[in-house]
Structure formats: C-alpha cells, structure tokens
C-alpha cells in the first residue's frame, strides 16, 4: 500500500510498478490522488462502485475515501498525491479521467522532482501546471455504481458472480420479487443508468480486466455471454471506439486518434 507522503508543497509524484494479481487492501488517504497507469489495467473499488483504469488512463480518487486495488497485468503507476485544498475545484468524487499529452509528459517530469521543491523556479511551475490541468480532465464513462437498496445491492452482487448469463430485465427483476417497471425505476435512482446500461458497463470493464490478464478475445467474449467474438467485438468497439485487441499488450494512443468513449 502507498503510504501517505508528509507534503511540504500542494503536490507530490510517485512511482510504483505492480506485478500482475496484485491486491492492495482497503485504505484511504488524507490526500488525493491520482492513479496513472503506464500499463496494465487497475479496479479501483469503493463502497460508491468500482472504476476499471486502462492503460494510458488514470483514476482520481479524492482525499479520505476508502479503496481497493486490484491489479491485472504488469502495471507501472504514477501516482500523484495532492493537497486537497490545492485549488478550490478539485474533483469531489471518484472517477476515471482521461490523460492528455501534456499531463502525461507532465507527470513523468515530475517523477524526478524533489517533494520539497524550491519555489519560484521551474519545479513549482511543472507542478503548478499539473494542478491546472487535473481542474479539466474529460471523464470516461468506466465505471459501475453501487446501488445503496439493499435489495438491488443483491441483484448487483449476482450480476457480477454470473455476468455471463443471459440476463434480461424481466428475468433480473424476477429473481430478486420486482416487477419489471420497479426494477427500472430502482436502476434508474439508485445507479443513474438502465439495467442494460450498467449490465452493459459491468461486462466492458470486466472484459479490460481479462484482456490485461492475457485471456483471449474469444474466451472473454464467450465468459461474457457473448455469442460470438464478432459480437463482443462490436459492442467494444462501439463503445470504446477500437477492437479489444488493442488492449492486448498495448498502450492506447493519445491525442486526435485517441478512441472515443461513450456511455
């Protein structure tokens, strides 16, 4: 686990690389953070849902909420920690970001900056600029809420036991004595999604999970209910804008050609 850096500046850069199946126990932070993964996918879990960071993408996580980790593939972190009083608009929840070009190049600099900078100089302005650029950062749609009713928390907790069954609306609200139209309204209030919408999420971020594991498209199409690769594939790439063969053992791009993520 990370330990808290005792910051004496706003903010703080760190490395940490993590063998694949790595597990790192709930925890919080009095900073906040954000988790930059160089490769190799991570899940983030809270008690608020769980957020899946592919590589090149990042997590911000804000200060005192409690976290896991759950790491798959070889993954090399950079981690910033930051004083949350830092700006005043900083992120107040979790959520995976994009890394912009600048960010990215940003954050490897600062890897080589003492944490007691001196200031006024070029160290304070590399780390001034980050603080400006986490204010912007574009959120991608990779994560899956946590429902509070305990009654769909259940169903919730079915769905990610069994995602490759053939579940459909009627069907989920039958196995937990809903109607179908209360299930929906449950969804929709608890989740901000439809059912489709969040069993559709859950099944993606799994499937960045096994991808990074090294298990192949066909069998994490299959695992996934799928009926064919093609299929999987499609939903992918609709919603990710390239093939899940682009996260096998690569680094998606950034800038102009960066894929377009959707909801």
């Known amino acids: 686990m990370l330990e808290d850096p005792i910051l004496t500046r706003p903010i703080f850069a760190l490395a940490h690389d993590y063998r694949h199946g790595s597990r790192v126990a709930r925890h919080q932070h009095g900073h906040a953070q954000l988790l930059h993964a160089l490769s190799g996918v991570v899940t983030v879990n809270t008690d608020a849902g769980t957020w899946v960071v592919p590589p090149g993408r990042g997590v911000w996580v804000p200060a005192g909420v409690a976290h896991d980790l759950k790491i798959a593939g070889q993954v090399r972190m950079r981690t910033l920690f930051v004083d949350p009083l830092a700006r005043a608009d900083l992120p107040e929840s979790c959520r995976v970001v994009d890394i912009s070009p600048l960010l990215r190049e940003l954050i490897v600099t600062a890897m080589e900056i003492d944490h007691s900078y001196a200031l006024g100089g070029r160290d304070e302005r590399v780390m001034e600029l980050i603080l400006d650029e986490l204010r912007v950062l574009p959120i991608l749609a990779l994560n899956v809420p946590s429902p ?18 053939s579940w459909t609306r009627q069907a989920a609200a039958e196995s937990i004595g809903l109607s179908d139209k209360t299930l929906t309204r449950l969804f929709q209030r608890e989740t901000g999604l439809s059912f489709v919408q969040w069993l559709r999420r859950l099944r993606l971020l799994m ?27 499609a939903m992918f790439r609709r919603t990710l804008g390239v093939p899940p063969s682009f996260y096998v053992g690569k680094q998606p791009a950034h800038g102009a050609n960066s894929p377009a993520w959707r909801t």
């Open 148 to 165: 509070s009713n305990p009654v769909l928390a259940e169903l919730c907790r079915r769905l990610r036991e069994t995602p490759g069954e």
């Open 207 to 233: 499937a960045l999970d096994s991808l990074a594991a090294g298990h192949s498209v066909l069998d994490v199409a299959l695992d996934l209910g799928y009926e064919s690769p093609s299929a999987f594939t």
